[in-house]
């Protein structure tokens, strides 16, 4: 009886004073290649040269990777942003022109109603996938009637 007691004594130490292991979770590492940039450009009228000028804002690098952007179809005035790894083309993004907006609406008779407006100046905003050391884009304006244009090249 008094083994049986003290191995119950020992068995119960034993399991009391166990724990149970932690688990660790390894940290989630974003490999080198899982960049992005987000872009901020601004984009006015000039009215002496009768063209559109572009200018770089701002760029903000950030980690992550680009799940899939929604594909704006060609429209009638659009800017087509490509980007280029060195010279290699690693994708192209349609936008709509930030300067051409098309409004549809409800007028005071309740009936549907459309209105296109050109705008002065407007700023304008996408992301790309950073792939390598040297990204560079270029952004080509189509507008309606007329051939496409080369706007800027901008190294990343």
Known sequence: MLFRDLLLLYLSTYFLSCVPLKRTSNPVITPAEDKLMFVVMAIEQNELEKKNNISFISKTPAQGRIKGQTRIPSTANCLTIYHYSGKKLLDSLVLEHPLYKHFE???????????????????????IQLQGQQNSIKIVEKLQQTPPTMLTHLNL
Not at 119 to 127: P, S
């Open 105 to 127: 609406y409800f007028n005071e008779q309740h009936q549907f109603a459309i209105k296109d407006t050109v705008l002065k100046r407007e700023e304008f905003f996408f992301r």
